[in-house]
Nanobody
Framework: QVQLVESGGGLVQPGGSLRLSCAAS????????VAWYRQAPGKQRELVAL???????NYADSVKGRFAASRDNTKNTMYLQMNSLKSEDAAVYYC?????????WGQGTQVTVSS
């Protein structure tokens, strides 16, 4: 059974930093593209960063230069380092993995940006 388990969300002040992690199990993680999405209240879920199995990353324009996504295939884990956080970054963040035919989501972790 494939599982994605996120951790690292919380409350941070504007300008602060957080690091999210997502540990995968039940799948050969290194073979597949993974991604971070987020969903704010009343908004559609949006792609934050796509990490290909080779490690290259594409970012949403809104987070370029502030967020850094990465993966460690030896640990079956992906990361999202979020710096210079803004109020508009507040959302539930989800990790995502696709094999092509199938997709998997983490349970989500709340990120709150507030002073």
């Amino acid at each position: 059974q494939v599982q994605l388990v996120e951790s690292g969300g919380g409350l941070v002040q504007p300008g602060g930093s957080l690091r999210l992690s997502c540990a995968a199990s039940g799948i050969d993680f290194r073979l597949y593209a993974v991604a971070w999405y987020r969903q704010a209240p009343g908004k559609q879920r949006e792609l934050v960063a796509l990490i290909r199995n080779g490690g290259s990353v594409n970012y949403a324009d809104s987070v370029k230069g502030r967020f850094a996504a990465s993966r460690d295939n030896t640990k079956n884990t992906m990361y999202l380092q979020m710096n210079s956080l803004k109020s508009e970054d507040a959302a539930v963040y989800y990790c995502y993995l696709t094999t092509g035919p199938r997709t998997y989501w983490g349970q989500g972790t709340q990120v709150t940006v507030s002073s």
